[in-house]
């Protein structure tokens, strides 16, 4: 595998199930990302791991919980969502300091809550 | 960070030059421009960057005029695969930070045969 690595591609899941989104780098790097996008919306930071801490958390939801167990791995743990939830969620890596870091962006998760 | 301003869409023709505009006159001193794409449903793809000079790699060529206030993206030779919405973003950099990138609506592109 290269690059980084989301799984599943496709989650359906209903409002009272628990699910957990998985993505996975291959590029060395030591920051991750969280990006919702939903439809006719630009992406949205939802949260930030730098060097395995949380360093930013946009004011999500408490039934979205992240987890980063290492520098490679990130999970997005899902509980009890709306209907609204439903959306592209981005995963994304980069080195976690200096200049020119750029992000590099998984193939994300659709996700459809019914 | 500072905001940008492109185009809601933009058609080109195959095998054309597609120049992407974008403004942002209010960037700051330290903020670097980002180009990234979106092929439909997909992740975004970084595209290039940069701070002041004029940058040029395998995919593209960014422009950044010398007050810094716009820029232009190049593909020199669109393709098909190019369809996609192309992000114009304003980023803070410094060597202790990992530099939020903030994405708008970008320009649609669509190329034609």
């Known amino acids: 595998e290269t690059g980084v690595t989301q799984t599943p591609r496709h989650l359906v899941m209903g409002m009272t199930n628990k699910k957990s989104l998985k993505c996975e780098q291959h590029?060395?790097?030591?920051?991750m990302y969280w990006y919702k996008q939903s439809a006719k919306k630009p992406l949205e930071l939802m949260f930030v791991?730098?060097?395995?801490?949380?360093?930013e958390n946009n004011s999500v939801p408490s039934r979205f919980s992240p987890e980063c167990p290492n520098s490679s791995h990130l999970f997005l743990h899902l509980h009890t969502l709306q209907p609204e939830d439903s959306a592209l969620y981005l995963c994304?890596?980069?080195?976690?300091?200096?200049?020119?870091?750029?992000?590099?962006f998984g193939p994300g998760t659709r996700l459809t809550v019914t | 960070d500072a905001k940008t301003t492109q185009p809601p869409s933009m058609d080109c023709a195959e095998g054309r030059a597609a120049n992407l505009p974008c403004n942002h006159s209010?960037?700051?001193?330290?903020?670097?421009v980002y180009w990234y794409r979106q092929i439909h449903s997909q992740g975004p793809q970084y595209i290039i960057h940069?701070?002041?000079n004029n940058e040029t790699n395998e995919m593209a060529s960014l422009i950044i005029t010398e007050d810094r206030k716009s820029s232009t993206l190049i593909l020199p030779h669109a393709t098909l695969r190019d369809t996609a919405v192309y992000y114009c973003?304003?980023?803070?950099?410094?060597?202790?930070?990992?530099?939020?990138?903030?994405f708008g609506a970008g320009t649609q592109v669509v190329v034609t045969p």
């Open positions: 940069g701070l002041k």
């Open positions: 973003i304003v980023r803070l950099m410094t060597t202790d930070s990992w530099g939020k990138l903030q």
């Open positions: 590029l060395g790097h030591n920051a």
């Open positions: 209010t960037i700051s001193g330290n903020e670097y």
């Open positions: 791991y730098s060097l395995e801490e949380r360093v």
């Open positions: 994304a890596s980069s080195q976690a300091r200096g200049t020119g870091n750029e992000q590099y």
